[in-house]
């Protein structure tokens, strides 16, 4: 059964740095990953789909790596603001599953 | 992109009562939708995987007769828990495959319902 793990659990930083989320998972047999925002309460937003034939994708401040063979993604996010603070999953999917994290929370300080 | 919704956005119900959430996926098809449960401070769960009239599929420790799940269209699955109680309050958010998507098993979500079991 495929597991994913996500580091660290919580994470504070002050405005403008630069961070990385991690996302671990144990069977690469995966047809893509995906890293989603969630606000308080709310849905999931997503951010970035890395297709299981590919190594990173882009999108703005954010980029998101895959290394299947390690079973490793990170979600890299550039010059950080208070309006990132939210949760960050990853998801990895097998077939027509998904299979999420327990998430990073991420809190910007101003 | 591709948008789903979910209706109601919360609900509070009494114990013993049975509540009905919707999903749609608005500007597309999709044969197969998805139900999950979040609980506080916790990841998402795979429920059960509801496709286009035929049954759907729980997940081990789900139950079928307490979260029935209706797929009656190309564009709106249903999910009822019935003689809800206390500890089925949760987040429930639906997914829904968009088989025209270039991306392999791209899913989109929606924005989730609150239900408050009093």
């Known amino acids: 059964k495929q597991e994913v793990t996500q580091i660290p659990a919580a994470l504070s930083v002050p405005e403008g740095e630069n961070l990385v989320l991690n996302c671990s998972f144990t069977d690469s047999a995966i047809y893509n990953l995906q890293w989603f925002r969630q606000d308080p309460g709310k849905g999931l937003t997503s951010l970035l789909l890395?297709?299981?034939?590919?190594r990173e994708q882009t999108s703005g401040r954010l980029n998101a790596s895959l290394d299947k063979s390690s079973g490793r993604s990170t979600l890299y996010i550039a010059a950080s603001q208070p309006g990132d603070s939210a949760t960050y999953l990853c998801a990895v999917t097998n077939f027509n599953k998904f299979y999420f994290g327990s998430g990073t929370k991420l809190n910007v300080k101003p | 992109g591709a948008v789903v919704s979910q209706h109601p956005s919360w609900v509070i119900c009494k114990s013993g009562t049975s509540v009905k959430i919707e999903c749609r996926s608005l500007?597309?098809?999709?044969?197969?939708m998805f139900w999950y449960r979040q609980f506080p401070k916790q990841s998402l769960m795979l429920m059960a995987t509801s496709n286009e009239g035929s049954k759907a599929t729980y997940e081990q420790g789900v139950e079928k007769d307490k979260f029935l799940i209706n797929h009656a269209s190309l564009t709106l699955s249903t999910l009822t828990v019935t003689s809800a109680h206390p500890e089925d309050s949760s987040f429930y958010i639906c997914?829904?495959?968009?088989?025209?998507?270039?991306?392999?098993?791209?899913?989109?979500f929606g924005p989730g319902t609150r239900l408050t079991v009093l």
């Open positions: 997914s829904a495959r968009d088989l025209e998507s270039p991306k392999t098993n791209e899913q989109f």
């Open positions: 500007d597309f098809q999709a044969t197969t």
């Open positions: 890395i297709q299981s034939s590919q």
